[in-house]
């Protein structure tokens, strides 16, 4: 625990990212204020004395006083909130652009006013489509990697051009107002409670591994968007959480007006490869180990009009490493770990009915 920072403010606590996060400062001793729409995800630390949670929604000017008043009791504030999954991105682009920017803006402009230090999540796709699969293994640096976008009627980069504004706004009122911030760039964190499981594929699609994981469980196909040749790397929830306390704790203002990679580049794989590698897990650890079937399909028919995918992302985490961090989990143990959680939660529920005796 920080000697500076008692008291921590977290919006979007409730969420993925958000909920391993606060479990972790409550055990590392924090004082916490967590807004959300939902505390769903936090239910097990509600009753804890060292944190509030605040209902709120930040689309709502009635709750803009509360929110401020929040910044202003903090010593820091963490920035999570933020529509992040890629269906999102082409089917409702000005939602997007309104909460994950102008909503934004008005955290970081209470930050300013109360001079509290602002942590912005922001995401890996702002580097847009540097990242080739079939060219040279670049790998993404955060102060001299290009930014690269695919054109307006793609509407899938509306999401990390708003990202990169709300970045560089940031970045300009740390320049004119002193606004002492850090910028978070996750790389595909994944663990317990990522986005939501769904029973059919009628039902939503949620980011892959929610969505590999509901078709294992539920039975339905896992579906390959463009054959699954796009790569990514996966980082472990928990070792994404040991990189942000080492931001939240900025020994030395090391991480003051920087922004920080949080990845696990030697976690690479193809979806194809995502895919496989759950199916064998899922065939060693589940109670049935049947398999679903899997089927390709096309991006824009998965998503809808206007997806365009990225083709790889590697993290550069110099910055992480120079601090001492080294992640725990490799793709597989991420994996194990993660679906482990889930065969677990929902064998009961899943589990046959027992047979009616007479
Ligand atoms: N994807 C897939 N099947 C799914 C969900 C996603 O093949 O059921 C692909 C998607 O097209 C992308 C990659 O998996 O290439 C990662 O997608 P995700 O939604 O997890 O987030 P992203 O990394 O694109 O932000």
Known sequence: MSASIGRIAVFGGGGFIGSHLTRRLLANGYHLDVVDISSEKIGDVLGHDRLQFHELDIYEPENDAACA?????????????????PEQYVAMPLEVVDLNLFQNLKIVEDCIEAETRLIQFSTCEVYGMLGNRTGDDTVFD???????????????????????????????????????????RPFNFIGPEMDYIIESPDEGTPRVFASFMSALMYDHPMFLVDGGKNMRTFTHIEDAIDALELIIENEGGRYTREVVNIGTPGNETTIRGFA????????????????????????????????????????????????????????RATLENAMRYYIDKYELERAPSPALSD
Do not use: F
């Open 69 to 85: 008043a929040i910044v202003e009791r903090s010593d820091l504030v963490v920035d999570l909130i933020a529509y992040a999954n």
């Open 276 to 331: 496989d590698l759950m199916r064998d897990i899922y065939r060693e650890e589940s109670p049935d180990g049947r398999l679903p079937p899997m089927r390709e399909v096309d991006g824009e028919e998965y998503y809808g009009e206007g997806y365009e995918d990225c083709d790889r992302r590697i993290p550069g985490v110099d910055k992480l490493r120079e601090a001492g961090w080294t992640p725990r989990y490799d793709l």
């Open 142 to 184: 955060e102060d001299t990697s290009n930014l690269i976008m695919g054109p307006v009627g793609n509407q899938r980069w509306i999401y990390a051009t708003a990202k990169q504004l709300l970045e560089r706004m940031v970045y300009a009122h740390g320049e004119r107002d002193g606004l002492d911030w850090t910028i978070v």
